[in-house]
């Protein structure tokens, strides 16, 4: 599950899907708290809100509700201050802007990668294809990561969202090319598919 509501002209948050929710607390209502205060802060300010003051309402929002909120949020977007931002905040409600962010469950198995392939510098298309990557991989190796990849990318253009379906994605290690059915698999023989088990 992806859950990545862009709450200002400006910004996105982004909640990892296998997060627990208790006591009530959802995404939703964070997402729901930061899209109120976004309009006030821009008739009171005359301008949008910048991607730090965004982040720093989900870091008050998750420490004032840390007994209650058991959920890590990363928080992405551009102004014309500092230009392009990604900030974590963890639980308990700590903020802490970094050059990338990963999380949810899939994002074990990445830390190791990011660190080898980020680079600072790159273009909208190597971090697109970075991104993509990276949650294929993750896909690859985690049972709860899902399917397909939605990108967000925030800049001085504005936003621009791509979805890329499971099927459009590469494969790693020993993993089965995407069928359309169980018949698809049985018809084309049993290469590379493991016999059953005998009792």
Not at 86 to 104: A, D, N, R
Not at 117 to 139: N, P, R
């Amino acid at each position: 599950m992806l859950n990545m509501p862009q709450l200002g002209q400006n910004y996105c948050l982004w909640t990892p899907g296998s997060e627990l929710y208790t006591m009530g607390s959802s995404p939703n209502q964070i997402d729901a708290s930061v899209a109120c205060c976004a309009p006030r802060r821009r008739i009171q300010l005359g301008q949008p809100s910048t991607v730090k003051v965004a982040a720093n309402l989900i870091r008050l929002l998750s420490y004032q509700n840390k007994n209650m909120l058991q959920m890590g949020v990363i928080v992405g977007g551009w102004d014309k201050y500092e230009g392009g931002q990604i900030y974590s905040v963890p639980l308990g409600g700590t903020i802490l802007k970094q050059p990338f962010s990963i999380g949810g469950s899939g994002s074990s198995y990445l830390y190791g990668f990011m660190d080898q392939a980020w680079k600072d510098g790159m273009s909208k298309e190597e971090a697109e294809k970075l991104v993509l990557k990276a949650v294929s991989l993750a896909i690859a190796r985690d049972g709860a990561s899902g399917g397909v990849v939605r990108t967000v990318i925030i800049n001085s253009d504005g936003v621009t969202k791509n979805f890329y379906p499971g099927d459009s994605l590469p494969l790693w290690q020993e993993e089965l090319e995407p069928q359309n059915s169980l018949l698809d698999v049985l018809s084309a023989g049993s290469s590379g598919i493991p016999e059953p088990m005998s009792t």
